[in-house]
């Protein structure tokens, strides 16, 4: 085990810990509600960046910073600020259109894991692939800007899309990762109570983060 594993570890345990001890859990739900923007940012740019920087361990079999890491953990938390609206936009509307009788629900005790479900599923395939190519636009430009803002205005986007993998955005990252894992994943999210579902949504970023990072990084390894 090298030094960043343990390093890494123990960052991931300390969020653990505050999301398990009482005081902390209690603090976070409370300014999660007062501050659901500046808590789905916090949230997204600590665990998604952690997911990124491992997604470039597995594939480089080594801890590396990419160039900009400060402007990608702020894109991340931007993010995350913008999914607490589109989780309520998403919830509401489902929710509208199953009273309408547009998508069935069975009665009974699978209601709740239905509505989960079609929360989950037209939520993704709505609004995830355009999460996902927006994410990978802005990382291309910091790629080819070095990491650095001053020169991301001398980048054509031609650049950026002829660099992007489009094959495995859209078939990994969107053609298998939406059905396989993020509707599933999700479908447990929006089982949960309300109050609860802020805290899972940002261990996923964990893995959103893992995943983007290692559908990106596997083409340069």
């Not at 123990?10 to 859990?25: D, E, I």
């Not at 910073?65 to 919830?91: Q, S």
């Not at 800007?145 to 899309?161: E, H, T």
């Amino acid at each position: 085990m090298k030094t960043g594993d343990l390093l890494w570890a123990l960052s991931l345990g300390a969020v653990a810990l505050l999301l398990v001890v009482p005081v902390t859990h209690d603090f976070i739900m409370i300014s999660t509600k007062n501050h659901p923007y500046i808590m789905g940012f916090i949230k997204f740019a600590i665990l998604a960046t952690m997911g990124e920087l491992l997604a470039i361990r597995i594939v480089s079999k080594d801890w590396k910073l990419p160039p900009g890491m400060e402007y990608r953990a702020a894109i991340w938390g931007l993010i995350g600020a913008g999914i607490v609206i589109v989780f309520g936009v998403f919830t509401t509307g489902v929710e509208s259109i199953i009273k309408q009788g547009l998508v069935p629900v069975p009665s009974g005790a699978l209601a709740g894991v239905v509505t989960a479900f079609w929360i989950s599923a037209i939520n993704n395939i709505a609004f995830a692939p355009t999460l996902f190519l927006m994410h990978r636009i802005t990382d291309t430009y910091l790629d080819l800007a070095d990491g650095k803002l001053g020169k991301i205005g001398s980048i054509r986007f031609a650049q950026v899309a002829q660099t992007i993998d489009w094959n495995g955005l859209v078939s990994f990252v969107m053609v298998r990762t939406i059905p396989f894992f993020w509707i599933p994943a999700h479908t447990i999210t929006f089982s949960l109570p309300p109050e609860y579902r802020v805290l899972f949504a940002a261990s996923l970023s964990l893995a959103l983060g893992c995943i983007l990072g290692f559908a990106k990084s596997r083409k340069y390894h």
